[in-house]
Each structure stands twice: as structure tokens, then as C-alpha cells.
């Protein structure tokens, strides 16, 4: 290959590059109509990290602000700083202002799969002087409500004594799983898909796509790249790294029908 050859070839994958990137910044608008660019960049790394780039099976925290947690999903979420004057912000004066921080809290509550956990401070130290901080006022309902439940006696087991919890926890699941209806044969497709992927990858299958994220799949049906990478948990970029074996998954089972 010669030089002018290389230079084409670096030209391409410049212009491919700055193409996705484009790209996912329209992604990113259409989720954060008022987008920075400096959330861009945080919703950016947190997208890339969180749709595979980086090598599955590893313990890692992501550090991430409301607005760059748009659109993504965590097994559990902590919310820090839950203050007055944080959250919401000080600044935010307004009746629009005040309604936006209450939808920025709400994504980021909703950003958790199973547990959410939300801290703050009682105290800060601001230019070396010591100021009380008060819990974010957008959290007193959640605290009224929790303080109208009744509170459970310590003294008595939360749940009926097990001697093997193994054993409790395979009775459950057999029970669940006589009880649940089959699976559409587009969803099994994808999982023997994402199975066999993750085989070959020796990551766990949930590393390629979990579960939730294939049930959305099938409900939206996507005809094609762009619909699939809107997908929420999807993203552009594993449309563009898997998109054409998963539009191939989900027509398989109407095409094997049709061949009968």
C-alpha cells in the first residue's frame, strides 16, 4: 500500500469517526434538548463504557451527572450531595427552572434497576469554613411517606427460617418458571444469539445485552439500524457492531415459519 493509499485510508476512518460521533450527539440531543457540550462529553464516555467498549466482567464504578445519565441504566445507583441548593440547584429560581430540576431528579432516581441509594450532607466545608447543609426539600414527600409505614419489630425474623437457602431459592424458581408463559420465539432467538456471542467472547451473555434490553428489542420490532440503535440500552454503537445478527435474530422465527 503506498502513502497515498495510507493518508485515503486514515481520511475514511476520520470521517467515519466524526460521522459517529455526529451522530450520537443527535442521540444525545433528542434525549437533553438543552445539552452542553461538557454533559456531552460525560454522557459520552458513559454510554461507550456502558454499551461494551470496554472488556466485560470487571468491577468498575461510573461517575456520572443527571444529565449524563440520560438514557442509561445501573443495578444500582447512588445519588450524592442530595442537598438544598444542590438539588435542586441554587440558581434554579423560577417556576421552569424548579420543574426541570424535579425532572432531572426523577431521571436520576429512575436510572436504577434494583436498589437506589440517595445521601447527603449535614455539614460542608466552604473556603475552610464549616456550613450545615439540610436534606434536598424535592425529598420530603418520598420521607413522609416512608414515615407513614409501619416500622417492622427487629425482634421478629423478616422472613420464615430456611435451613438451606439454596434449595429455597431452586423451589422458587421451578415454581415461577412452571407458572411463566413461553417465550416469543423472537425473544428466544435473541438469546440464543446473545449466548452464543458471549460464548465466544467467554463473557457473560448479560456483558453483550441483558435481558430487559432484548424484551425491548422485540416489543419495538426495529426494521433497521437507526431504529434499533434507538433502542434504550441499545445505542448506535452496538447497532453497529451486532445490529445485522440481531435484525437477523428477530426474523428468523417468521422465516422458518414461511419454509414450513
Do not use: C, N
Not at 460525560?42 to 472488556?55: C, F, I, K
Not at 421552569?96 to 436498589?115: G, H, N, P, S
Not at 428477530?250 to 414450513?260: D, H, I, N, V, Y
Amino acid at each position: 500500500m503506498d502513502a497515498r493509499a495510507v493518508v485515503l485510508d486514515r481520511q475514511a476512518d476520520e470521517r467515519a469517526a466524526l460521522g459517529a460521533l455526529v451522530r450520537m450527539g443527535r442521540d444525545y440531543l433528542r434525549l437533553d434538548p438543552v445539552g452542553r457540550a461538557d454533559t456531552f462529553g460525560s454522557w459520552l464516555t458513559a454510554t461507550v463504557q456502558s454499551e461494551g467498549d470496554h472488556p466485560g466482567g470487571r468491577d468498575a464504578v461510573d461517575v456520572a451527572t443527571f444529565h449524563a445519565a440520560k438514557g442509561l441504566e445501573w443495578a444500582t445507583v447512588h445519588i450524592a450531595g442530595a442537598e438544598d441548593g444542590y438539588v435542586p440547584i441554587a440558581h434554579a429560581k423560577t417556576t421552569a427552572a424548579r420543574a426541570e430540576e424535579v425532572r432531572l431528579l426523577y431521571v436520576a432516581m429512575t436510572r436504577a434497576q434494583r436498589d437506589l441509594r440517595i445521601s447527603w450532607a449535614e455539614h460542608r466545608t466552604f473556603g475552610g469554613k464549616v456550613v450545615e447543609r439540610r436534606r434536598s426539600p424535592l425529598l420530603d414527600p418520598l420521607v413522609q411517606q416512608a414515615a407513614t409505614r409501619p416500622v417492622p419489630d427487629p425482634s421478629e425474623p423478616v422472613s420464615p427460617p430456611v435451613d438451606d437457602w439454596t434449595d429455597e431459592l431452586a423451589r422458587q424458581r421451578a415454581v415461577l418458571a412452571a407458572g411463566r408463559r413461553p417465550a416469543a420465539p423472537e425473544l428466544e432467538a435473541l438469546r440464543r444469539w446473545r449466548d452464543a456471542t458471549a460464548r465466544a467472547a467467554r463473557i457473560d451473555p448479560g456483558a453483550v445485552l441483558p435481558d430487559h434490553v432484548l424484551h425491548r428489542v422485540v416489543t419495538s420490532r426495529p426494521a433497521d439500524l437507526a431504529e434499533l440503535g434507538a433502542v434504550p440500552g441499545v445505542g448506535p454503537i452496538l447497532a453497529s457492531r451486532f445490529g445485522a445478527a440481531i435484525l437477523d435474530a428477530l426474523t428468523a422465527p417468521a422465516q422458518a415459519g414461511g419454509e414450513r
